[in-house]
């Protein structure tokens, strides 16, 4: 049977509407907080929430397809991506920004058939902003059309990265390390606590290049379609084709641009399990 992408794409934005009312009607009040890897690798109970309302939507309309979300992995669940038609989940993007009421987390979900991304959406309710993408019919903001900067000058690029939810020695230099080297070039940086809303900021045009290196598919599958539908690019740091499951990635405003960030970084592949 043939999957009927419009259905699916109309059925999960609605539902995503309903899980930016639960965010938004949250994020100023007092959250119960767990600790998973660290006390800066947090979750809490609307994270839990809201994927169990995503998934338990999707399953009842769509009984055979998969999922790959934050809150289930951490449980234990392996993250595999198949063939089959996976939707890839992140509840709260910017779970510490959600816990300090800072007005800038998103859900992030994307839909994958035989691996390629068909359907993203990426959406802040605190901000109502809300960027979709459909594979070949262009990404929008709140129903309007965005595309990327188109910068390609690495002095007047604005770049995005995040520390991350590790503590690990290497990783954390190699973190700062990076950060030392693009700031000395750079137009401007910033790390606004959401990977994936950094994402979408390339694909309006608002930043001109993204990287980080620790991230999951969660994070970055829907700015992944979103990014590409606007126009950009997206790559590994060290210049290859992105991986969704190797943790690690690059977009940009022009390739042009990527390929003057690739030299630059200091390259670090994370464990799969880390």
Same mark, same amino acid.
């Given at each position: #049977?043939?999957?009927?992408?419009?259905?699916?794409?109309?059925?999960?934005?609605?539902?995503?509407?309903?899980?930016?009312?639960?965010?938004?009607?949250?994020?100023?009040?007092?959250?119960?907080?767990?600790?998973?890897?660290?006390?800066?690798?947090?979750?809490?109970?609307?994270?839990?929430?809201?994927?169990?309302?995503? #998934? *338990?939507?999707?399953?009842?309309?769509?009984?055979?397809?998969?999922?790959?979300?934050?809150?289930?992995?951490?449980?234990?669940?392996?993250?595999?991506?198949?063939?089959?038609?996976?939707?890839?989940?992140?509840?709260?993007?910017?779970?510490?920004?959600?816990?300090?009421?800072?007005?800038?987390?998103?859900?992030?979900?994307?839909?994958?058939?035989?691996?390629?991304?068909?359907?993203?959406?990426?959406?802040?309710?605190?901000?109502?902003?809300?960027?979709?993408?459909?594979?070949?019919?262009?990404?929008?903001?709140?129903?309007?059309?965005?595309?990327?900067?188109?910068?390609?000058?690495?002095?007047?690029?604005?770049?995005?990265?995040?520390?991350?939810?590790?503590?690990?020695?290497?990783?954390?230099?190699?973190?700062?390390?990076?950060?030392?080297?693009?700031?000395?070039?750079?137009?401007?940086?910033?790390?606004?606590?959401?990977?994936?809303?950094?994402?979408?900021?390339?694909?309006?045009?608002?930043?001109?290049?993204?990287?980080?290196?620790?991230?999951?598919?969660?994070?970055?599958?829907?700015?992944?379609?979103?990014?590409?539908?606007?126009?950009?690019?997206?790559?590994?740091?060290?210049?290859?084709?992105?991986?969704?499951?190797?943790?690690?990635?690059?977009?940009?405003?022009?390739?042009?641009?990527? *390929?003057?960030?690739?030299?630059?970084?200091?390259?670090?592949?994370?464990?799969?399990?880390?």
């Amino acid at each position: #049977m043939t999957l009927d992408l419009d259905e699916c794409y109309e059925h999960v934005l609605g539902l995503v509407e309903q899980a930016g009312q639960i965010i938004a009607s949250r994020n100023y009040g007092e959250k119960t907080v767990v600790e998973k890897s660290s006390n800066i690798d947090l979750l809490t109970e609307t994270d839990q929430q809201v994927e169990r309302l995503l #998934m *338990d939507g999707i399953t009842g309309k769509y009984p055979d397809h998969k999922f790959i979300g934050e809150e289930e992995t951490s449980a234990g669940k392996k993250a595999e991506l198949t063939d089959d038609p996976t939707w890839i989940i992140d509840p709260v993007d910017g779970t510490m920004n959600f816990v300090h009421s800072f007005p800038h987390s998103c859900v992030s979900i994307a839909l994958l058939v035989n691996k390629q991304a068909e359907i993203g959406i990426i959406y802040n309710p605190m901000v109502n902003q809300k960027f979709t993408a459909r594979r070949g019919k262009g990404a929008f903001m709140n129903e309007k059309q965005i595309r990327v900067s188109g910068e390609t000058r690495l002095e007047y690029a604005l770049a995005t990265t995040e520390f991350g939810t590790s503590r690990d020695e290497e990783r954390t230099a190699i973190v700062l390390e990076n950060i030392g080297k693009l700031v000395r070039v750079v137009h401007g940086m910033r790390s606004l606590g959401s990977a994936a809303l950094n994402m979408a900021m390339v694909a309006l045009g608002g930043a001109d290049f993204n990287y980080e290196c620790g991230i999951h598919a969660w994070d970055i599958a829907a700015g992944d379609l979103i990014v590409r539908e606007a126009g950009g690019v997206c790559l590994d740091p060290a210049g290859g084709p992105l991986d969704l499951m190797s943790r690690r990635v690059l977009c940009a405003s022009s390739q042009e641009l990527a *390929d003057k960030v690739v030299p630059l970084l200091t390259q670090y592949y994370p464990h799969p399990r880390d």
